[in-house]
């Protein structure tokens, strides 16, 4: 009795079991091919493309060398000078002579007696003589005493008193220390004893 229940048991078992293996069979195949299936993704909405902006290379100018204008030389105009108006210039002085008497050899003649000069002193009109006026001679190394004009404005110097002898002289009014007053009036005397000869003279001075 109880092997026949226990077979029963068995046969009802059965389907449950085959149920069970065919359950699992399919759940087998289903897990399988979830496996192998691309999940699907859900389609989003269009949007707009988005623009990306690629920067644009902008090169660097390079620097180059601008040359330096030479200045150019512009001359200025030369201005033109007004004539100027002429100013007249006042009368020229006469100048003071720095000394105030001019002599001159006046005559020579010869003499056998010796050898002399004598002469006048004059203003400047060439007429009136001028009274104590000195005048002096020398030689080389040898000065005679100055002599003073008389009231008709001669004077009168010996040099040689022997005989007519050759030799150079000089003669010029002087003042009171032996400064010339005038110029220098040089002379020469020869010792020939002829009439034309020359060992007399007469120098004259003017007052200028």
Known sequence: MQDIFSLLQQRRALPMIALGAFLG????????????????????PDSPPVRTLVPTYTPTPIATDTPTPTPTFTPSPTPTRRPATPTPRPPTATPTPSIPYSGSV????????????????????GITPVQDVLVKAWTEGYEFPSTETGADGKYYIRLSFSAAVAGDWHMAVVDASGALLSNDVFFHSSSECLAAAEQVFQIDFRAR
Do not use: F, I
């Not at 006046?106 to 009109?125: E, I």
């Open 25 to 44: 069979g399919l759940l087998a195949v289903l897990l399988l091919l979830s496996t192998n299936r691309s999940p699907e993704v859900a389609q989003l």
């Open 106 to 125: 006046v005559s020579v003649s010869g003499s056998c007696d010796g050898v002399w000069v004598s002469g006048r002193v004059l203003a400047k009109d």
